[in-house]
């Protein structure tokens, strides 16, 4: 696992790290997930979503975003993502399972994702990101 909770007085504040961009991506997912549902997900159920934007952090604030909205609206819970992208848009496989409130409720209900600090930063080794979820 590349994220690590960091210390925020009211939101859940996460760093992410990750060799390349597609994974960075799946890590944020993953952590959006974590958050929410807890570590007891599983898959099973696969939801293709295309998302283009006019850069790299709206693209990743849009895909985050869709993705909480999928599981609000369609009521699943989803253990990863395989994601693609050219940091201008990006394609995610979505694997997860309907929401199952004895073993999904435990988390953390996250209302949004906060464009508060965001930037993708890059060294000679791996991308990196702190991303605010509003909860």
């Known amino acids: 696992m590349s994220f690590v909770e960091l210390s925020h007085t009211a939101d859940v504040r996460i760093h992410v790290r990750a060799p390349t961009l597609d994974l960075l991506f799946s890590e944020s997912f993953e952590a959006l997930m974590q958050t929410i549902f807890g570590k007891d997900r599983r898959g ?41 992208t ?7 496989v979505l694997d997860g399972e309907p929401f199952d409130r004895s073993r999904h409720a435990g988390g953390t209900e996250v209302k949004g994702i906060s464009y508060s600090g965001l930037a993708i930063t890059r060294d000679e080794n791996d991308y990196m990101l702190d991303i605010l979820f509003d909860v």
């Not at 979503?49 to 006019?54: G, K, L, N, P």
């Not at 050219?86 to 995610?92: E, F, M, N, P, V």
């Open 86 to 92: 050219d940091g201008k848009s990006l394609t995610a």
């Open 44 to 84: 099973g159920h696969s939801k293709e979503i295309r998302i283009a934007a006019a850069d790299t952090e709206t693209l990743l604030m849009d895909f985050l975003s869709e993705s909480l909205f999928i599981c609000e609206v369609e009521g699943l819970v989803f253990t990863g993502a395989s994601v693609v």
